[in-house]
């Protein structure tokens, strides 16, 4: 009796479930680096480089543990480069008479696993991920005979239920939202601290070499390459975060300065989605910072809510409402991606920073996602699918269960309104308000038609009009067709008119 436990490249958890009560002595862990993973959408070099360095650091812990591990390298001769196969080779090399392995975070993946057990005439045990502090279950009974899911509520009962920044049953500060106070546009002379920045070891330099050689052709620099690897490294990038910037984190958490990438937020969804952190550390340090009085409420219960809200709400929802949820359009959005989204080269200062920035680091903060990348996604039509994909390649912290709810929920509507009660167009005024990004732009943000106006300006007019039918009777924005009714016809021509002619322009 033999019992193999495969580990997945974002499950690098010690006390993941397809861990736990493991016979060392008799047991195999099986890791394996596989083409299918690192190509079925072209990731960005420095997220494979990433996974990998990552996956064979904690192999070696693992190992170091007393576990017995089968890592199959990407380059090894007798790698068939798949999880399905290479399961299918350890369990006939080591005469395996069970798999274990913890539930996926891709849709895919699942289907995939729920075939195992039959093609492979051996039981295949797949375990909850209990790295979450929401599960599937607790998800939809709250979900449940609800008419719309709003986020706030459910973070409200998630704060109860972890007894975080609550004093007894009420909420710290007597708020439970700080949000409005964490809105406040980027100043100059601003002193932003360095990100944590890790110098590449031998298994890093070997795994840097081997996706040069492989995948030259994906998105993405792969130099240079400072990301935190192991589970100690990646403490180290909370500490620092909470030491040095959490205090700033809501003041200017929607802030966007141009060459600063990283402003005060965390930068550790890569380290959260590949289980090198957890959340409720990462929670439970914010929180610290609080009752210790070296960072402000606004601060801490707006980086919690991201954590403890957001996260496990779009990862409730995803669960809940796949595979359908990925299928909808609800604009009918079919225009395919711009070229600048892969080489930047739009006069768009905002999207040619925010784009160049996603290249160099594979890594761009909520706001850039949200009201420049996204905001032009939605405003300019852009197909979901195309979008999604993109989302998924550029960012070392996409993985589908995350990437997707905030991509079709979140920026494009494309759900209707299951996500978020309104979509999030904007004209170039937020981007100018919230940004340094205008003033070097070769379009005028404060002009609203003609050859020098933002697109942003009559791109938001027309994306309104065009989906009216769907967005009248919507109370958040059902008000801006007022604004739009009272305009002269001649104005609403030439808020047509423009966008035709720039959306001609940049397929
Ligand atoms: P911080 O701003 O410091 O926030 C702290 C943590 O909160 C993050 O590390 C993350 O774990 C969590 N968080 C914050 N916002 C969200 C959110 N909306 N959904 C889920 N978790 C959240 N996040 C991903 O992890 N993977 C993705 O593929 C991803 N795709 C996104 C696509 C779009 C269009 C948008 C608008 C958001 C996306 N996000 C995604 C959410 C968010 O932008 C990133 O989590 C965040 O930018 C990561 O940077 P950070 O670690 O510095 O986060
Ligand atoms: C993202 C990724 C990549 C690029 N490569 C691998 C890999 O070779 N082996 C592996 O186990 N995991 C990899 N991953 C992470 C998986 O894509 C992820 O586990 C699934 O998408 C399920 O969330
Ligand atoms: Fe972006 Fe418009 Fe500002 Fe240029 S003017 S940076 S296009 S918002």
Redesign the pocket.
Known sequence: MSTLRLVLGDQLSHNISSLQNCDKANDTVLMAEVLDEATYVKHHKKKIAFIFSAMRHFAAELKGNGYNVNYTKLDDSNNTNSFYSEVKRLAKQHKITKIIVTEPGEYRVLQDMQTWQQKLGIKVNIKPDKRFLSSHQEFADWADNRKALRMEYFYRQMRIKHNILMQGDKPEGGKWNYDSDNRNPPKQGLNIPKTYCNKPDDITQNVLDLVEAKFANHFGDLQPFNFAVNRSQALQALTKFIDERLKY?GTY?DAMIEDEP?MY?????FY??CGLLEPLECIKAAEYAYYNGTAPLNAVEG?IR??LG??EY?RGIYWLKMPQYKQLNFFDAKRNLPQFYWDADTKLNCLKQCVNETKQNA????IQ??MV??NFALVAGIDPAQVNEW??IV?A???EW??LP??HG??LFADGGYLASKPYAAGGAYINKMSNYCKNCEYSVTTKNGPKACPFNYLYWDFLSRNRDKLASNHRIGMMYKTYDRMSDDKKKAIAQDSQKFLKSIV
């Open positions: 984190f958490q990283f937020h965390s930068h550790i969804s959260l989605n980086f991201q954590i957001w996260r779009v890594y761009a903060h909520h996602r949200l990348l996204g989302f998924m960012y912290d996409a993985y995350v990437e905030n991509v979140m920026i």
